[in-house]
């Protein structure tokens, strides 16, 4: 495992871990400058105003407006430039890039699994290139697991019944860990795994190196024959006695109540176990619910297969 030269940090691996840490290193000197600051001012006085005799009586203290607005305005400041940093990276991480790769990752008492778009499959570990941006999709088959990667300075819960993304562009090939940062029962200590950043050309070469494996979009397409999706949205997406899902994933939905929400990741999971929540504008609510006969995993490969027919659209 790779580590780092600051004692108690972990080693910085991705483009975001830098800033985060600039925060902190900001967040940690103000506190200790002004832990210094009140400390040594306590001493001070405590020693220059000591009583020196059993008579001695105070000037009483008058209020002063000057002094009071200055020490609400200062911390005040102080706390807004946190604020505003704060919110700026907060913003950065939470908003994935739209040309990111992406990767689906279930948690499940007590492992990650890990499915790359191509197909591979990883327990426990996650590999990945350096200097590409890395979009993670992730759901749990059980209760709430917490992804974390203290090197790229990323952590999320990941909740049953929804979806969180991640995302994160690592800058330094290396071992890094992978924890689950949520007590999540008996062996939740040992839900561990690590994160290996490769070059780009050692990736490309273990990825072709594992083949044979079904991508997720093809194993969703096989899922969504099973089920019998394809008798109402045809085979392709195409739509019948149902919408069309092609093109359907990042476009906005006109719904039955007059609203009009985008189709992402979430609202197509909505869609599959709860069809009724959300009713398609011009469409009655004779969806089945696929509640209990799909694993998170299947939902994320129906998932996959439907954000695949938008890149390629049916022939008419
Ligand atoms: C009996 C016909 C029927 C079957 C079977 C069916 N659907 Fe649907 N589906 C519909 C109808 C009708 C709608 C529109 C009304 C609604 O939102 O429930 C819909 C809506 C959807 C939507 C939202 C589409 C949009 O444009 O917003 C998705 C996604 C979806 N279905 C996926 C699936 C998947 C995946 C399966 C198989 C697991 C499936 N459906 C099976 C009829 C069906
Ligand atoms: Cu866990």
Same mark, same amino acid.
């Given at each position: 495992?790779?580590?780092?030269?600051?004692?108690?940090? $972990?080693?910085?691996?991705?483009?975001?871990?830098?800033?985060?840490?600039?925060?902190?290193?900001?967040?940690?000197?103000?506190?200790?400058?002004?832990?210094?600051?009140?400390?040594?001012?306590?001493?001070?006085?405590?020693?220059?105003?000591?009583? #020196?005799?059993?008579?001695?009586?105070?000037? $009483?203290?008058?209020?002063?407006?000057?002094?009071?607005?200055?020490?609400?305005?200062?911390?005040?400041?102080?706390?807004?430039?946190?604020?505003?940093? @704060?919110?700026?990276?907060?913003?950065?991480?939470?908003? $994935?890039?739209?040309?990111?790769?992406?990767?689906y990752?279930?948690?499940?008492?007590?492992?990650?699994?890990?499915q790359?778009t191509t197909g591979? #499959?990883?327990?426990?570990?996650?590999?990945?290139?350096?200097?590409?941006?890395?979009?993670?999709?992730?759901?749990?088959?059980?209760?709430?697991?917490?992804?974390?990667?203290?090197?790229?300075?990323?952590?999320?819960?990941?909740?049953?019944?929804?979806?969180?993304?991640?995302?994160?562009?690592?800058?330094?090939? @290396? #071992?890094?860990?992978?924890?689950?940062?949520?007590?999540?029962?008996?062996?939740?200590?040992?839900?561990? @795994?690590?994160?290996?950043?490769?070059?780009?050309?050692?990736?490309?070469?273990?990825?072709?190196?594992?083949?044979?494996q079904q991508s997720p979009a093809i194993a969703g397409q096989q899922i969504y024959e099973t089920l019998g999706c394809a008798s109402?949205h045809g085979p392709t997406g195409e739509?019948?006695?149902?919408?069309?899902l092609a093109?359907v994933f990042? #476009?906005?939905?006109?719904?039955?109540?007059?609203?009009?929400?985008?189709?992402?990741?979430?609202?197509i999971?909505?869609?599959v176990?709860?069809?009724?929540?959300?009713?398609?504008? @011009?469409?009655?609510?004779?969806?089945?619910?696929f509640?209990?006969?799909v694993?998170?995993e299947q939902l994320m490969q129906i998932l996959a297969f439907i954000k695949s027919l938008q890149i390629r659209p049916p022939?008419?």
């Amino acid at each position: 495992m790779q580590s780092s030269w600051v004692p108690f940090v $972990p080693p910085s691996a991705s483009t975001l871990s830098g800033k985060v840490d600039a925060l902190y290193f900001y967040l940690s000197g103000v506190t200790i400058f002004f832990t210094l600051l009140i400390s040594g001012v306590l001493i001070f006085f405590v020693i220059k105003y000591r009583r #020196r005799n059993p008579y001695e009586i105070p000037r $009483p203290v008058a209020g002063s407006l000057k002094l009071e607005t200055l020490w609400s305005v200062i911390p005040f400041i102080i706390a807004m430039t946190m604020f505003a940093w @704060g919110a700026q990276i907060f913003f950065e991480q939470s908003r $994935p890039p739209s040309n990111a790769v992406e990767v689906y990752v279930v948690g499940k008492q007590w492992m990650w699994k890990i499915q790359h778009t191509t197909g591979q #499959r990883e327990i426990n570990e996650l590999h990945v290139p350096v200097g590409r941006r890395i979009k993670l999709v992730m759901g749990t088959e059980d209760v709430i697991h917490d992804f974390f990667i203290p090197a790229f300075r990323i952590k999320a819960d990941v909740v049953p019944g929804r979806y969180t993304t991640l995302w994160f562009e690592a800058t330094k090939a @290396g #071992r890094y860990h992978l924890f689950c940062a949520e007590y999540c029962g008996m062996n939740h200590s040992g839900m561990i @795994g690590s994160v290996v950043v490769m070059e780009p050309k050692d990736f490309d070469e273990w990825l072709s190196g594992s083949s044979s494996q079904q991508s997720p979009a093809i194993a969703g397409q096989q899922i969504y024959e099973t089920l019998g999706c394809a008798s109402c949205h045809g085979p392709t997406g195409e739509g019948g006695r149902g919408p069309a899902l092609a093109g359907v994933f990042g #476009r906005q939905v006109f719904l039955n109540n007059g609203q009009n929400i985008k189709a992402d990741e979430a609202y197509i999971r909505e869609s599959v176990v709860n069809p009724q929540a959300k009713l398609v504008a @011009g469409f009655g609510p004779i969806m089945p619910t696929f509640q209990g006969q799909v694993s998170e995993e299947q939902l994320m490969q129906i998932l996959a297969f439907i954000k695949s027919l938008q890149i390629r659209p049916p022939n008419p």
